[in-house]
């Protein structure tokens, strides 16, 4: 079950924010490419562990960017980490992936796991648990009817420890060409 509207995981396949992940994905894959031509997308038996891409660089997990509360706008300035999944088994912030990429307005983030890991448990005062997702801030967080324990750090933390970053990039081209009314040219 998922949240309080008895969402299963079949229901949230196809739903607005799976579509939104897949859609970050799909971009982060494609921006990559350049650079890494061998990248390909995980198996579904890596996707279990947390990995959405692999490459000569590493296993990569990619998040969308998402709303600090339900209902909410989405934003880039706060990023909600996972210590423990919607079962109470380790989050993906213990997952087996190499990187992380946080998808950004113009950009992603990319940091290593590890690094991000050990930054959360230094900011996050999991211990001191919260009733709204709105003040999960550096605070621990169980969302409704499941076992997880979710926390939010802001985007700038992320400038503390190593990290590279990914532009996005126009993949569609405008014509921007202006014509002069006394040209022959069109």
């Known amino acids: 079950m998922r949240g309080n509207k008895g969402q299963t995981y079949e229901d949230w396949?196809?739903?607005a924010s799976w579509k939104d992940g897949?859609?970050?994905e799909k971009l982060f894959g494609d921006l990559v490419r350049g650079k890494y031509p061998e990248i390909r997308e995980a198996t579904l038996q890596e996707q279990y562990k947390h990995i959405d891409w692999v490459c000569s660089a590493g296993t990569?997990?990619?998040k969308a960017i998402k709303r600090k509360s339900r209902g909410g706008d989405k934003s880039t300035d706060f990023i909600w980490v996972e210590f423990k999944n919607n079962t109470g088994d380790k989050g993906w912030l213990y997952?087996?992936?190499d990187f992380i990429a946080f998808e950004l307005d113009d950009s992603f983030m990319v940091v290593?796991?590890?690094a991000l890991c050990e930054l959360c448990e230094q900011l996050c005062e999991t211990n001191k648990k919260v009733a709204k997702a709105s003040e999960a801030l550096y605070k621990g967080y169980t969302r409704r009817n499941r076992s997880d324990l979710i926390s939010i750090i802001r985007t700038d933390d992320l400038f503390r420890i190593n990290h590279s970053i990914i532009q996005k990039?126009?993949?569609t081209f405008t014509n921007t060409i202006q014509v002069n009314p006394n040209s022959s040219a069109i």
């Open 13 to 15: 396949i196809g739903s």
């Open 169 to 171: 990039t126009c993949l």
């Open 60 to 62: 990569i997990d990619v």
């Open 22 to 24: 897949q859609g970050a």
């Open 95 to 97: 997952g087996e992936q």
């Open 112 to 114: 290593r796991r590890i």
